[in-house]
T-cell receptor, first 114, second 112 residues
Framework: EADIYQTPRYLVIGTGKKITLECSQT?????MYWYQQDPGMELHLIHY???????EKGDLSSESTVSRIRTEHFPLTLESARPSHTSQYLC?????????????FGSGTRLTVV | DAKTTQPPSMDCAEGRAANLPCNHS???????VYWYRQIHSQGPQYIIH???NNETNEMASLIITEDRKSSTLILPHATLRDTAVYYC?????????????FGKGTRLSVIA
């Protein structure tokens, strides 16, 4: 029943490659987020957006960039992947006018840079 | 957002109630208590939230003390599928431009 989709689910890529992780939601949510999580560790916010053409950096410094050209789409790009980027990336969305202001998360992209 | 304190880990026997505590002694009057859980590296899932009254839904119950300085999430009949990391988060209902911050949470292990 997930209404937020992340692709690919798994990605193994060589150092120096450019990659884009896709995130799309069909709920019409105005806010979207990217979190990064290493195995067994805490979730860290790396980017967020409060609407079209709005993006902000999160608490954890990241070499990735994001864009928000359409409400439903919030891709994350790494211009030159490095082994230190190996991690899981989780996308989420929320609606600021929602009754409980809850977040809906995607299933994540597990990235391995070799 | 107010800071929360949770035990790092807990065990619970399958079929028994799991009671997960959370301390939030600096909570302010307009801050809600939210609970999420994360099952084995899936995305976190919203469970329940409350302000001061006890709340119950199909997943869990939330008991908030009268002074609101602590709360307990109750899974009434824990199953193996409830094994997860549980996050207690305190924040204003409509927080404007403040994204959710997840701490370390409590790793609940349900044992057969």
């Amino acid at each position: 029943e997930a209404d937020i989709y992340q692709t690919p689910r798994y990605l193994v890529i060589g150092t120096g490659k450019k990659i884009t992780l896709e995130c799309s939601q069909t709920m019409g949510h105005d806010k979207m987020y990217w979190y990064q999580q290493d195995p067994g560790m805490e979730l860290h916010l790396i980017h967020y957006s409060y609407g079209v053409n709005s993006t902000e950096k999160g608490d954890l410094s990241s070499e990735s960039t994001v864009s928000r050209i359409r409400t439903e789409h919030f891709p994350l790009t790494l211009e030159s992947a490095r082994p230190s980027h190996t991690s899981q990336y989780l996308c989420a969305s929320s609606q600021s006018t929602a009754r409980y202001y809850g977040y809906t998360f995607g299933s994540g992209t597990r990235l391995t840079v070799v | 957002d107010a800071k929360t304190t949770q035990p790092p880990s807990m065990d619970c026997a399958e079929g028994r109630a799991a009671n997960l505590p959370c301390n939030h002694s600096t909570i302010s009057g307009n801050e809600y208590v939210y609970w999420y859980r994360q099952i084995h590296s899936q995305g976190p899932q919203y469970i329940i939230h409350g302000l001061k009254n006890n709340e119950t839904n199909e997943m869990a119950s939330l008991i908030i003390t009268e002074d609101r300085k602590s709360s307990t999430l109750i899974l009434p009949h824990a199953t193996l599928r409830d094994t997860a990391v549980y996050y207690c988060i305190v924040r204003v209902l409509h927080s404007g431009n403040t994204p959710l911050v997840f701490g370390k949470g409590t790793r609940l292990s349900v044992i057969a």
